[in-house]
Nanobody
């Protein structure tokens, strides 16, 4: 079994930066595809970013490209999401997810999920 625990959320002002972290525990001998999704009230869960096992392939959603960056530290079983130039539209619960298969933008392709961390962008 794999457990994912997110941290780093909070209340920030527009234009601020924030870094989310996700620590993976459990069957960490198997390196997973890692991703971030977010869900705003009344909306579907949407893809934010994903990174492959080695960390040399990344994908970012168009809405966050140039502002958010996903990275991972395999020595610490951690994946991070650096978020800059935050906008009120970025307000959502951010979820970490892992997959044993491939990078995907479909949440149904991910096997394990964290509980989420709230990010609120407001002046």
């Amino acid at each position: 079994q794999v457990q994912l625990v997110e941290s780093g959320g909070g209340l920030v002002q527009p234009g601020d930066s924030l870094t989310l972290s996700c620590v993976e525990s459990g069957r960490t001998g198997i390196r997973h595809i890692m991703a971030w999704f977010r869900q705003a009230p009344g909306k579907d869960r949407e893809f934010v970013a994903a990174i492959n096992r080695s960390g040399n392939t990344k994908e970012h959603a168009v809405a966050v490209r140039g502002r958010f960056t996903i990275s991972r530290d395999n020595s610490k079983n951690t994946v991070n999401l650096l978020m800059t130039k935050l906008k009120p539209d970025d307000t959502a619960i951010y979820f970490c997810a892992s997959s044993t298969e491939f990078i995907s933008r479909d949440p149904r392709d991910y096997n394990y999920w964290g509980q989420g961390t709230q990010v609120t962008v407001s002046s």
